[in-house]
């Protein structure tokens, strides 16, 4: 098994563009840290391979919704009820997702001691805190839960104890112009982080953030503004030392995500919480994206999942989507064993266009997105699907 992937469902409040499921209530937070709990012991023997033993956990990560609004004894609890049932890399890589308001929230300390330092105790060894912007106007338009004040003084702490972090931002916000961009690449650059994870602002449907714009009262984002702020991401990233080893995410060497890294390569996971997926390499879970329904079934000892067998026009599909996003590209050896002649002949046919376009290029039999193509990958990606292969 590669990891673990833990789904904390709750909020301080909700980000005007955020579309993943989470609840600003916590009035079953206590009721939902025992649901995990048991759904982790529920599901572990999901992976066990009897002809290798147990599968080893090399990754457990804390996302959400936002994961530091737990105190740490819950933290703690769930990472122990981990250990006590599966089998556990010797040094794995465990992430915690945070916001800055928590990490600067004494509420949350057991004890006088920093935060970083009780995180450190119990086992997180990597952070990946929700910057987004060190703008003002920027935090609030998108409603964020912590102030500029807040992410400076949170980095600047968790770089005391942590030497793994990561951090996110968002480009392509209306307004932002390529200079104030640019300062907030350099500000985030200013705190020694050797890991940003960066998107550009979505507009979901059904989110604040499209209500907002469907009244005019925040401006549309451009994808003119978009492209330039990516390109200058990576231009920016890379003078210092990053490799753009996926479309979102930049790391020096030895600070990529392990955990994100599984997922892009292929190897299984375990979702634990509402809304968590799961993939054994065959197969495909998720479970219900709904807190009460979610608690209702391990209360009754039901996994609350739905599961979907892929086909080989799935995986094959999967494997151009994150194959193209990452820095190892699609082998087209791989496309030829693994899924057979028939669609290696119609990836070359497909991607011929971008080849010819710059978008593409072919090295040593591994097909990539050139510069010029990066910020076009998901689209590309689209193009090279195999539709209707398989009933």
């Known amino acids: 098994m590669s990891g673990i992937y833990i789904h904390i469902p709750f909020c301080k409040q909700a980000c005007h563009y955020c579309d993943f499921h989470f609840s600003t209530s916590m009035k079953k937070k206590d009721e939902m840290v025992l649901a995990l709990a048991k759904e982790i012991v529920m599901r572990k023997n999901e992976f066990f391979d009897s002809a290798q033993g147990d ?26 009820t981990i250990f006590e049932n599966y089998k556990v890399a010797e040094n794995p890589e465990i992430t915690l997702e945070a916001n800055p308001d928590d990490l600067t929230d004494l509420s949350l300390r057991a004890e006088s001691k920093s935060i970083f330092e009780e995180y450190r105790e119990i086992g997180i060894n990597r952070l990946s805190i929700g910057i987004q912007s060190f703008y003002e106007e920027d935090l609030k338009m998108m409603n964020r839960a912590h102030n500029s004040a807040e992410a400076k003084k949170c980095l600047e702490e968790a770089t005391k104890y942590f030497d793994n972090i990561s951090l996110d931002l968002i480009y392509g916000i209306p307004g932002m112009s390529d200079e104030m ?38 401006a549309e984002p451009q994808d ?45 996971y375990i979702g634990i919480g509402p809304s968590a997926h799961s993939y054994d390499g065959k197969k495909r879970g998720w479970n219900i994206a709904n807190n009460a329904l979610y608690l209702k079934s391990i209360q009754n000892n039901q996994l609350p999942v739905e599961t979907e067998t892929l086909t080989v026009s799935h995986r ?18 791989r ?13 070359k046919k497909q991607s011929q266009r971008f080849l010819n376009d710059d978008l593409l290029s072919i090295e040593n039999n591994i097909l990539k997105p050139t510069l010029k193509g990066k910020f076009l990958t998901d689209g590309i990606a689209s193009d090279l699907f195999y539709l209707n292969l398989e009933e």
Do not use: C
Not at 184 to 210: D, M, Q, R, W
Not at 316 to 329: C, K, P
Not at 335 to 347: A, H, Q, R, V
């Open 181 to 218: 961009w640019k300062k907030n690449i350099e500000t985030a650059l200013s705190f020694g982080i050797p890991h940003i994870s960066s998107y550009a602002l979505t507009v979901e449907p059904k989110t604040a953030l499209s209500k907002l714009i469907q009244t005019g009262k925040i």
């Open 316 to 333: 094959y599909n999967e494997y151009i989507m994150t194959g193209l996003r990452t820095i190892w590209g699609v082998s087209l050896d």
């Open 224 to 268: 003119e503004t978009a492209s330039s702020h990516f390109m200058i991401l990576v231009e920016m990233l890379q003078q210092n030392g990053f490799i753009h080893y996926e479309l979102s995410n930049f790391g020096k060497e030895n600070y990529f995500s392990k955990n994100n890294s599984a997922y892009w390569l292929g190897k299984k």
């Open 55 to 80: 599968n080893v956990v090399e990754t457990i990560y804390f996302g959400g919704g936002t994961p530091s609004v737990l105190q740490i004894s819950e933290l703690r609890f769930l990472i122990n």
């Open 335 to 347: 496309i030829e064993n693994e899924f057979g002649k028939e669609y290696l002949d119609y990836l």
